[in-house]
């Protein structure tokens, strides 16, 4: 889009966020809007909050964020917040057409406020110029409650059970060892590529990273030291539809000569015992990686890259960490890194 004439169209909009992470939903979101809409994040007018983001942007780049957001429920226009002990619906309106008014409570927030109570006041001022229609409305009014009342008409329902879809269990070739697609869509959503960029994972393992950034429009490469898993991974993308760009067997160490200037790396470097390391040390892989993924990237690039601790490098700048714990010791943290 032409950063001269962005913002002739430009919206607030709520996000809804899925809360199955205290922090990386929302980062997904302003990444998304980034993605999307070329802004930095810095030029980015948001605010966040538990479960939520508002945050302006031309609206002609909404839909595209639907389409690949992944920690988000659901997107619309926001219509205005209140105090719990100083709510007025007088300023809300809705365009023409029947509605109903659908409230939630985040993570059992705001416990003395009566959320079918403060629906039907919010109802019964609509319906002075809307008609009512709780089965199949025209609109659905949106009343999040959080940190405060939060009110959006949602216009685009995250579609989260492709997900399902294509998660480990139902893939013809899989390993137990593999990232949620919400997850691995999340963290290619992190490195705020575009439709056509170049993504690659030197681990694609049986390819659930790369299976989601070519469902988005990138172009995947993928490659892993375990031959068997380079042939699974292309038998799981021939399953699903998905073109691969081009994946060899290969060392991470000889992945950038093989496969440079990419505009994403995002992986999941092995870690668990069965992995196959050719009897390198696993902690020694990840110092490499970071090593050859910095030597991947064009000038500006991201990085995305799960590993089971925190990790610093010289080569790129941390922008953000996550962490998430799976069970028992084991915790994935998710980082995102910028070539300097």
């Known amino acids: 889009?032409?950063?001269?004439?962005?913002?002739?169209?430009t919206e607030e909009y709520f996000f809804e966020l899925s809360g199955e992470h205290p922090t990386m939903p929302a980062a997904e979101a302003l990444a998304c809007i980034c993605a999307e809409s070329d802004m930095r994040e810095s030029e980015v007018k948001y605010v966040s909050g538990p479960g939520?983001?508002?945050?302006?942007f031309d609206e002609r780049i909404a839909e595209g964020i639907a389409e690949r957001i992944a920690l988000t429920q659901k997107i619309g226009k926001y219509l205005g917040s209140f105090d719990a002990g100083d709510v007025s619906f007088e300023d809300i309106v809705i365009p023409e057409g029947t509605f109903a008014v659908r409230p939630r409570r985040f993570r059992g927030m705001m416990q003395n406020v009566d959320s079918q109570d403060l629906a039907r006041k919010l109802g019964k001022h609509l319906s002075k110029n809307n008609e009512v229609s709780l089965n199949d409305p025209d609109i659905e009014v949106r009343v999040f409650m959080s940190d405060k009342i939060h009110?959006?008409?949602?216009?685009?329902d995250i579609d989260r059970s492709s997900f399902?879809?294509?998660?480990?269990?139902?893939?013809?070739?899989f390993s137990p060892i593999s990232l949620h697609p919400k997850y691995a869509r999340a963290s290619v959503n992190l490195t705020r590529v575009k439709k056509g960029d170049v993504v690659i994972d030197p681990f694609c393992g049986t390819g659930g990273i790369v299976m989601e950034a070519a469902v988005m429009g990138m172009k995947v490469i993928a490659s892993d030291l375990d031959e068997r898993m380079v042939t699974?991974?292309?038998?799981?993308?021939?399953h699903y539809g998905l073109k691969i760009h081009d994946s060899d067997v290969l060392d991470i160490g000889d992945v950038p000569g093989r496969f440079g200037d990419a505009d994403a790396v995002v992986t999941d470097p092995p870690y668990g015992r069965s992995t196959h390391t050719a009897g390198e040390d696993v902690k020694s892989i990840h110092l490499r990686a970071l090593s050859s993924v910095n030597g991947c990237?064009?000038?500006?690039?991201?990085?995305?890259?799960?590993?089971?601790?925190e990790v610093d490098t010289d080569s790129m700048t941390k922008e953000h960490m996550f962490t998430q714990r799976v069970h028992g010791s084991l915790c994935r943290h998710y980082h995102v890194f910028a070539k300097r």
């Open 1 to 9: 889009m032409d950063s001269e004439n962005f913002g002739t169209m």
């Open 297 to 309: 990237l064009k000038n500006g690039g991201r990085a995305a890259i799960v590993l089971p601790y």
């Open 164 to 173: 399902e879809d294509r998660k480990v269990g139902e893939r013809p070739f």
């Open 232 to 238: 699974g991974c292309l038998e799981n993308m021939e």
């Open 151 to 156: 009110i959006f008409l949602s216009c685009f």
């Open 52 to 56: 939520y983001v508002t945050a302006q």
